[in-house]
C-alpha cells in the first residue's frame, strides 16, 4: 500500500512561486503531479520515471514548473514559478507502474493518489 501526502499549497499572487511537495513517493514508481480546478476536468501537469532521469510536463506549464523526486527520502516535488491565475486548482500527487510513465499524464494508469491540496494564485 502507498500512502501520498501533499504539502506546500497556499495562497499567492500571480508571478509568485511555490513548490509543494509529496511524502510517500517510493522509488520505484512513476510519479506525477495533477491538478484540477472547480468545473474542470482533472489534467496532469507533470510526471517523472522512478529513476528521475527522465520528466514531462503539459505544454501549459512547461518553462515555469519544475518536477523533481528525492528517492533517498521518498519525496516528490514540484517547484511552480511564474504562477498564474489559471494555475489555482487542488493539486494532487500520484504514484504509478512504470507503464504510467510511457503514458505520460493520462490519469487512469496511476494506482495511488493523494488528498490533494490547494494552490491559489491571485491575480
Known amino acids: 500500500q502507498v500512502h501520498l501526502v501533499e504539502s506546500g499549497g497556499g495562497s499567492v499572487q500571480a508571478g509568485g512561486s511555490l513548490r509543494l511537495a509529496c511524502a510517500g513517493a517510493?522509488?520505484?514508481?512513476?510519479m506525477a503531479w495533477f491538478r484540477q480546478a472547480p468545473g474542470k476536468e482533472r489534467e496532469g501537469v507533470a510526471g517523472?520515471?522512478?529513476?528521475?532521469?527522465?520528466?514531462y510536463y503539459a505544454d501549459s506549464v512547461k518553462g515555469r514548473f519544475t518536477i523533481s523526486r528525492d528517492n533517498a527520502n521518498d519525496t516528490l516535488y514540484l517547484q511552480m514559478n511564474n504562477l498564474k491565475f489559471e494555475d489555482t486548482a487542488m493539486y494532487y500527487c500520484?504514484?504509478?507502474?512504470?507503464?504510467?510513465?510511457?503514458?505520460?499524464?493520462?490519469?487512469?494508469?496511476?494506482?495511488?493518489w493523494g488528498q490533494g491540496i490547494q494552490v491559489t494564485v491571485s491575480s
Open positions: 500520484a504514484a504509478g507502474p512504470g507503464s504510467a510513465c510511457v503514458q505520460r499524464l493520462q490519469a487512469a494508469p496511476y494506482n495511488y
Open positions: 517510493r522509488y520505484i514508481y512513476c
Open positions: 517523472i520515471y522512478p529513476g528521475g532521469t527522465e520528466t
